[in-house]
């Protein structure tokens, strides 16, 4: 069974840092792509980040470039997003996610959130 948990959000000031992690079971890196996720207040989901399997290609929503990084460390199944410079606009629930396939593109399975909130 593959499962996603998702941890490290919490309450930062504004111009702080955060990184969340998330640890996989039930498959490995290798042959999936794995993202972040997020979902603000009365916004739809929208996708943070994400790293494709096939050729290691990195991809990130341009609100988050140069501020947030992804990584992983598939000794360990655990994916990581390091988020500097935070914004109030970054306040939201974050959901790690995995694919099916190598490629970016449609997720398969679900984290079920860990909560970041950005104040001022």
């Known amino acids: 069974e593959v499962q996603l948990v998702e941890s490290g959000g919490g309450l930062v000031q504004a111009g702080g840092s955060l990184r969340l992690s998330c640890a996989a079971s039930?498959?490995?890196?290798?042959?999936?792509?794995i993202g972040w996720f997020r979902q603000a207040p009365g916004k739809e989901r929208e996708g943070v980040s994400c790293?494709?399997?096939?050729?290691?290609?990195?991809y990130y929503v341009d609100s988050v470039k140069g501020r947030f990084t992804i990584s992983s460390d598939n000794a360990k199944n655990t994916m990581y997003l390091q988020m500097n410079s935070l914004k109030s606009e970054d306040t939201a629930v974050y959901y790690c996610?995995?694919?099916?396939?190598?490629?970016?593109?449609?997720?398969?399975?679900w984290g079920k959130g860990t909560l970041v909130t950005v104040y001022s």
């Open positions: 996610a995995a694919a099916n396939s190598p490629l970016c593109r449609d997720m398969d399975y």
């Open positions: 039930g498959f490995t890196f290798d042959d999936h792509a």
């Open positions: 790293i494709s399997s096939s050729d290691g290609s990195i």
